[in-house]
């Protein structure tokens, strides 16, 4: 599975932006997905990840509330809504793919990574 993510950008706090991540591949739809950001001498820390039909979902405690994972898998795609941005959701975001049903929090349980797109939150 190859991962393309898209849709970042310079934004006001309080701003919104919706990321893509486009999969190549006929089985996008076994996969579960995943985002993920890094910030700047931080550790790649979880943000969001969506089973493979879309029926579970599950956010990190600091973006609840205010970002949406989806995915359409006619379009072999997944989206992150991000609302009410603050200047702490400045980071390279990061798409995953997991063949693995559980763990989706853990960076370790994703066996694709898309390139990552810059995310910038101005205060």
């Known amino acids: 599975v190859q991962l393309q993510a898209s849709g970042g950008g310079l934004v006001q706090a309080g701003g919104s932006l919706r990321l893509s991540c486009a999969a190549s591949?006929?089985?996008?739809?076994?996969?579960?997905m995943g985002w993920f950001r890094q910030a700047p001498g931080k550790e790649r820390e979880f943000v969001a990840a969506?089973?493979?039909?879309?029926?579970?979902?599950v956010y990190a405690d600091s973006v609840k509330g205010r970002f949406t994972i989806s995915r359409d898998n006619a379009k072999n795609t997944v989206y992150l809504q991000m609302n009410s941005l603050k200047p702490e959701d400045t980071a390279v975001y990061y798409c995953?793919?997991?063949?693995?049903?559980?763990?989706?929090?853990?960076?370790?349980?994703?066996?694709?990574w898309g390139q990552g797109t810059q995310v910038t939150v101005s205060s």
């Open positions: 591949g006929r089985t996008f739809s076994r996969y579960g």
């Open positions: 969506i089973s493979w039909s879309g029926g579970s979902t």
């Open positions: 995953a793919a997991t063949s693995k049903g559980y763990g989706y929090d853990y960076r370790t349980s994703y066996d694709y």
